[in-house]
Nanobody, 124 residues
Framework: QVQLVESGGGLVQAGGSLRLSCAASGRTFSSYVMGWFRQAPGKEREFVAGIRWSGGSLYNGDSVKGRFTISSDTAKSTMYLQMNTLRPEDTAVYYC?????????????????WGQGIQVTVSS
């Protein structure tokens, strides 16, 4: 089993920054992929970014690329999402997820473990 706990969310003005953290515990993580998803009210949960503990990352299209940076600290078993130049449309509940393997998947069904989610609100 893998346990995931997000932290770092909150309320920020447009143009501001937040850093989300996802602390992982349980099974070893060398063969896991970690991902960030978000879900805005009335919308589907969407992939934001993913990273392999062994290296390599992917982002979902142009909406976050250049503004968000995913990273990980294997010594701390923690994944991060640095979010800069935030926009009101980034407002959502952000979820940390994990899946076994090496492929960074884009759909929620491919992830086996989820955190409880954390609210990010960007005011205009």
């Amino acid at each position: 089993q893998v346990q995931l706990v997000e932290s770092g969310g909150g309320l920020v003005q447009a143009g501001g920054s937040l850093r989300l953290s996802c602390a992982a515990s349980g099974r070893t993580f060398s063969s896991y992929v970690m991902g960030w998803f978000r879900q805005a009210p009335g919308k589907e949960r969407e992939f934001v970014a993913g990273i392999r503990w062994s290296g390599g990352s992917l982002y979902n299209g142009d909406s976050v690329k250049g503004r968000f940076t995913i990273s990980s600290d294997t010594a701390k078993s923690t994944m991060y999402l640095q979010m800069n130049t935030l926009r009101p449309e980034d407002t959502a509940v952000y979820y940390c997820a994990a899946r076994s393997g090496v492929r960074i998947a884009f759909t929620r069904d491919e992830y086996d473990y989820w955190g409880q989610g954390i609210q990010v609100t960007v005011s205009s």
